[in-house]
């Protein structure tokens, strides 16, 4: 009994650490976009809200959590309240496998941990389409339809790059994951974490592939009718969504809570698994401050003809390359060494091959309509 | 009873209600709805069967991907704005044939000697055995194969009879 | 303390699974309905399947295999159902199946 005690708990005190590290993080985020932007973000210049405006996102939860609850009069309103709810339950769900350190920080180490984490990342396009279905909304249902069909698209290059670091460690455990990498298999396998890097910002809904929340084409996408509490819901989830790929990336493919001094002070592991997981959340946060968005063609284009075939070709590329290099039984710097000269050679070859294709399309515009300037150096239209 | 049974009797009384739920809608989408939670309740007994795997492979393919191209398919058919009862002679006999046929299979499994309790030792999921009799060509290589080549062909053909004309 | 649950009860969950998909097939006459209804019963195929696994002997994967295969079949099935129903739906507006009587002598 006392196992189901220590169970509940542990999942509860879990469940709490992406909470309060998103009240930080909201406020980094907004801080730093401001700086982006040559201005100051959130300061005590009205209301006093903590040093440097810290618990800037406290008073915003306080504001928004006052503010009324307006439910359209065609909604469906078992549907419309349940959507947020599944939404955010979705979010913090994931965070039942994330190793915060080398022993016993984690609610449960399954066995097909990162299984799970893909598993519980597709439910999300479901409550998209809760959301937008019950607002009877025409952009509402653009929005989700978009979000959705971006979602599933770049499921596929997320779950075949995530194939790569579990291919290498030979499990699906994520304690074992870490363990596997002596070398973090960002260095080892760089084009599988950029691959999965790229499909998780698709996956989150962040510029550039910010489809789902285009303030400035369809209102505010799957969630225009939400107000209050249950926007704010969303809003929580959208960035709670973005510190757990933060820490995925980091235990897949950064090696973790591994660091200098571990083994003295395993507490030092959770130390560097979240300075790590800040990193990647601060890149994503600086492609929110800095890209514009693509339209919805671009997004599908870029997923099925390049993202999701390059994808494959580096899990087989991976594979055959990493059973040649165990069978011949070199040392493991040499294996490493192996893989990487095979990522970097593949991901030569992509970009060969997209500059051919490219330009081959650009000739062909070209081509055309004759006459017009095309700034290509051996335009030859005349 | 124990806690087991109780769980089991829980998750199964919530996988059936939803399941039944399901077939008798008011509106396509609710269905829809419930069956993503009926969808979960199965989900949860793989869990008691010591599945993870199994239950991840539901979550993964059933809700993330069959469900959401039901939902999908209800919002462009606007399914929700019917309220399609299905007619009544339908549903007398229809209920009548399930009723019977759940009948003989409850009497077919309870003449049968089952085992009461799950074979021991206690096995864990053995992943690394499942995927390599996959691909194990004493194994169940061919039927691998034969199931990509048949997710290829319902690809082609399900872009080729949904494209726009 | 922990009895352990029979597999017959695992047996009739999935029989009654089975009936009520049933059920949702003959009695719908929404195209949609009936294809949600087809994916219960596979549903309730695959709890068979994996509870037997379970039971009779843990240490082969025949169960599983076979579970998997069932799985890709279904979503399989179910992507072109719902293709075909896309596909109606743009040609004669109707998802009920007794209006689909083009083919009827």
Redesign the interface.
Known sequence: MDVVLRTLLGALGMALVPLVAVVFLIWESRKVIARMQDRLGPTNAGTYAGPFALFQTVADGIKILTKELIIPQGA?R??FIAAPIVVVTVAIAVWAVIPLGPSGLQVVD???GA??V???S??A??SM??A??SSRNKYA?VGA?RA?SQI?GY?IPQVLSLLVPVLLS?S?RLQQIIQAQSVPFGAVVPLAALTYFLASVAELGRLPFELAEADSEIVAGYFTEYSGMMFGAFYLADFINNFTASIVFSVLFLGGWRGPWVDQVPLLGTFWLLLKAFMVFNVLVLFWAAMPRLRIDQVLAFNWKFLAPLSIATLIVTALVDKMLTAMAVEPWARSAGLLVANLLLGVAALVFLSIVGRRFTRRDTLRRPGLPTGLPDSDAA | ?????LT?LAF?AF??GA??R??T?R???????W??A??FG?AA??L???????A??????????????????????K??MRR?L??MA??R???L???S??LV??WT??Q?P??????SP?????????GM??VDPRG?LL?FEV?SL??LI??I???Y??RE? | ?????????????G??????????V?????L??I???I??ML?AV??NL??FA??????R?TG??F???V??????????G??????I??AENT??VDEMDLLQG
């Open positions: 469906d078992g549907v399954l066995d097909v299984f799970y893909v598993a519980i597709s439910l396009p479901f389409i809760m937008g279905w249902e339809f959705v599933i499921e030979g699906l | 009873m124990s806690v087991g049974q089991f199964a996988t059936l399941a039944v399901v077939v809608h509106l396509v989408f609710h269905a829809a709805l069956l993503i009926s969808f199965i007994v793989y008691l069967l010591e599945s993870p795997f199994m991840g492979v539901q979550l993964f393919i059933y809700i993330g991907g069959v469900a959401v191209l039901t939902a999908i398919a209800v919002m462009v058919t399914g929700m399609d299905p007619t339908n549903v006999s229809s209920a044939v399930a009723v046929l759940f299979m409850s499994i309870l049968m089952l085992p009461e309790a799950p074979a206690v096995f864990e999921e053995g992943l690394a055995m499942l009799a996959l169940y039927p199931v048949m997710l319902v690809l053909g399900a872009l009879v949904a004309r | 303390m922990f009895v352990a649950v029979p597999l017959s009860w695992y047996l009739l969950l029989a009654a699974l089975f009936c009520v998909g049933v059920y949702g003959l009695a719908n006459r929404n949609i309905l294809i949600m209804s994916e219960l549903n695959v709890l994996v509870a379970r039971y009779i002997e843990p240490a994967v599983k295999t579970a998997i295969v799985y890709a079949t279904a979503a399989a099935e179910a992507a072109l719902l293709a075909l129903v896309i596909a739906w743009r998802v009920a």
